[in-house]
């Protein structure tokens, strides 16, 4: 039967000696002390999670690239019973930490994360005395929708050796990768971040040994045609935060109902102010869950109304955002249709019929084209480009399933200061 192991891809000790505790209530097999908590907490994370679980497979994630011998000596010291090292380095690294594991009692796995060629190198692995081989596909990599599926069977057939395969898994996705061969389940996301880590282990153990899929929403991954559904999980902070502070268009009022979110492609309107002939036709041209974006150059005449805002949503548009005015706020709100605006007035325009639809536009500090993804809610509004709206759908998606498990912790009694360690981690200089 296949093994489970939960990478404890964290930063900080104690969440991760707690995660595992949980993660082992669930059935979980092996305990990987991951690359970031080694680097965060060095071999003291390796020697903690062997004195908590003595009887429990202890897995080193070091990504060794270089200095494989004293890396997997200090490892296997440690307490790992099995040592990672990146199948891109040097041969003589690779011999030399087998060497050194099978001196202290500890196994080598060979991770191919990036290796050009995964098939021949895991036969060269094979022959160099690695026990275990890892196909896998980094969350950096998983965020633009790869995936370790088809590698995982052209390295099973090259083998005799079990294994591994890492990849952004989860109930869903882990019975295929046993059908195809894989030994050992590696699950970070989907365990850690999950608020019930004790459920989500027992629900993933379960797939891989019934080999039937679990329904979760945790820690899927989005496609190109799932976007909408990506960002309307999200709030525009988790955004944000994908974006690295970036992306918000600053200046503009929301007026929308609590808890309601905008979400669609934008489809750009420069206009004159007061001229709202063009805002208007373009309502024609948009397609339903389509944004209408105007430009008016922050004027003060209206250029939306009521009106406006009964054809928009019967068309199915998901709502406007004008750097300019709007106007009959009331009766918009009153028929719950999205407006962010610049300013609130009375008074409309006429309809002269000049500007351009479909055009660049710059305002509130960001560009905003035809195509790209606006999102907006109560917190505000951002703009993804469409050129990286998948990566940064599920960036966010990353974002809101990290926050709510430490809004989990806190619930438990703790504070988000104690959480995050922030004495600890304040910036040094």
């Given amino acids: 039967m296949a093994i489970l192991q939960v990478a404890l891809d964290l930063t900080i000790l104690d969440r991760a000696v707690q995660i595992a505790k949980e993660s082992v209530e669930g059935g979980v097999d092996w305990i990987e002390v991951g690359t970031p908590l080694i680097k965060s907490e060095g071999m003291n994370a390796v020697r903690i999670m062997k004195k908590t679980f003595p009887s429990k497979v202890i897995v080193a994630d070091m990504k060794t690239m270089d200095v494989g011998g004293a890396e997997a000596e200090i490892a296997a010291k440690s307490g790992a019973d099995v040592i990672v090292i990146l199948g891109v380095a040097d041969d003589g690294t690779i011999t030399e930490a087998v060497k050194a594991a099978n001196k202290y009692g500890s196994k080598i796995m060979v991770d191919l994360l990036n290796v050009p060629d995964p098939v021949q190198r895991a036969k060269e692995a094979e022959k160099m005395g690695a026990e275990y081989l890892c196909v896998h596909v980094g969350v950096d990599q998983q965020m633009v929708g790869r995936d370790p599926l088809e590698i995982l069977r052209e390295v099973v057939k090259a083998t005799n050796l079990p294994v591994a395969v890492a990849g952004g898994l989860n109930s869903e996705t882990a019975p295929l990768m046993v059908e195809n061969g894989a030994s050992i389940i590696i699950c970070g996301g989907s365990i850690i971040k999950a608020e019930n880590v004790t459920e989500a282990t027992r629900r993933i153990k379960e797939s891989i040994e019934k080999k039937v899929p679990i329904k ?214």
């Fill in 216 to 429: 979760t929403e945790l820690f899927k991954k989005y496609r190109q045609e799932e976007l909408y559904e990506a960002f309307s999980k999200v709030s525009t902070p988790n955004i944000s935060d994908a974006l690295h502070r970036k992306g918000a268009i600053h200046g503009l009022f929301p007026i929308i109902s609590k808890g309601k979110k905008m979400v669609g492609k934008a489809l750009t309107v420069r206009a004159m102010d007061g001229d709202w002939s063009k805002p208007v036709e373009a309502i024609d041209r948009a397609e339903p869950g389509t944004v209408i974006v105007i430009d008016v150059n922050g004027g003060e005449t209206a250029v939306w109304g009521e009106l406006a805002s009964w054809s928009a949503k019967v068309k199915g548009v998901s709502g406007v955002v004008i750097n300019g005015a709007v106007r009959d706020i009331d009766t918009i709100k009153e028929i719950d249709f999205p407006v962010f605006a610049k300013y609130i007035v009375p008074n409309a325009g006429e309809p002269k019929g000049y500007g351009e639809i479909g055009v660049e536009l710059e305002f509130g500090g960001q560009r905003i084209r035809t195509g790209d993804w606006i999102v907006g809610d109560e917190s505000g509004l951002v703009v993804i480009p469409k050129e990286i709206a998948v990566e940064i759908a599920n960036r966010a998606i990353d974002v809101m399933e990290k926050e709510n498990r430490i809004r989990e912790e806190i619930k438990r009694g703790s504070t988000l200061s104690a959480v995050m360690k922030l004495e600890e981690w304040e910036k040094v200089g």
